[in-house]
């Protein structure tokens, strides 16, 4: 059902939530997210927003029933997986990746075993939440398994002996090392993705959604990018300039009094180490700011 509305879904609680709503902030959307709605209005522009679990969101966008979604790559992959097997429909478009909600699917052992590769899981069982992705990935590598499905505690699953290793999330490797347990195998690597229904879409909607991946991709750069600033003096402007990240077209200024100094300022698109700090600072440079940047577009 088309509704003239901008129909994006996001998750309502979780690892990618906070992140997403932010994200629509800053892209100067604007939604009173208090309460404990399904859908919300935005204020400002033509878009609804359906607060839903993050498993729902492949398959609202599959099925064609939202516009955009915002959703782990893991989710997203481990559901098109499971409908190519149903015969389910499972296409969607990739608009960009995110900057948020990283993680890896790792295969996991008990730490004092040996792991010499793929072919040590041959005849194990794995416990998961992600049976489809763990299958297409040991598929390719002609390793025969079996699983054991769990939504939770997957990582408790050897010590309780339910299974020999397990296939799960890993962000910072705490949980696998609280339990016993070490990463052998990197499987998939994830990050959140804005996806789009297949189809045709109105004119009006077509444009609206390239005007917010416009302002998500400067959002984006803003955040990777500094505004960077200081004196330096002509005669080592050469290799001030080159010190510094992303300098290809610098603005190079005079100073008011000092004809023997230059103003340098030039957007980049790395931080500022420290260690090069200083280092220009021996080149004689001074003033060094280096400013956030709020928003960019080209
Ligand atoms: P960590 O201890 O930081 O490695 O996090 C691992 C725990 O967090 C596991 O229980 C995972 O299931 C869960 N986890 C890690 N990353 C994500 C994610 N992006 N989405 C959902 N759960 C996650």
Redesign the pocket.
């Known amino acids: 059902m088309q509704t003239e509305r901008l129909r994006i879904a996001i998750q309502k609680k979780?690892?990618l939530a906070k992140e997403c709503q932010e994200l629509l902030k800053r892209c100067g959307v604007k939604i009173n997210f208090s309460g404990d709605r399904l859908v919300v209005h935005a204020e400002n522009m033509p878009i609804d927003l359906l607060l839903v679990r993050d498993d729902d969101i492949p398959g609202l966008i599959m099925d064609g029933v939202v516009d955009l979604g915002v959703i782990?790559e893991?989710e997203l992959e481990e559901v098109r997986l499971e409908r190519v097997a149903l015969g389910e429909p499972n296409e969607y478009v990739k608009l960009r990746r995110l900057d948020f909600?990283?993680?890896r699917l790792s295969v996991a052992i008990d730490k004092d075993k040996t792991y010499n590769g793929p072919q040590d899981l041959a005849g194990k069982r794995i416990a998961t939440t992600y049976p489809n992705i763990l299958k297409a990935y040991l598929d390719k590598q002609d390793v025969r398994f079996s699983t054991c499905m769990l939504n939770g505690s997957?990582?408790v699953a050897p010590r309780a002996g339910l299974a020999d290793a397990i296939c799960?999330?890993?962000?910072?490797?705490?949980?696998?090392e609280a339990n016993g347990l070490k990463e052998a195998e990197v499987i998939f690597r994830?990050k959140a993705v804005l996806i789009q229904r297949m189809g045709e879409f109105a004119d009006d909607k077509a444009a609206l959604i390239d005007r917010l991946l416009t302002r998500i991709h400067g959002v984006i750069q803003a955040k990777e990018s500094k505004y960077i600033m200081l004196h330096a003096p002509s005669e080592t402007l050469e290799q001030v300039v080159e010190l510094l990240p992303g300098a290809e077209d610098p603005t190079i200024l005079p100073l008011a009094h000092d004809k023997q100094r230059v103003a340098v300022h030039l957007v980049s698109t790395e931080n500022l180490f420290w260690e090069t700090m200083e280092k220009l600072k021996a080149l004689g440079a001074s003033s060094i700011l280096v400013l956030p940047i709020e928003k960019m577009m080209e």
């Open positions: 979780g690892r782990g893991n909600g990283g993680c997957v990582e799960d999330l890993v962000s910072t490797g705490a949980t696998l994830s």
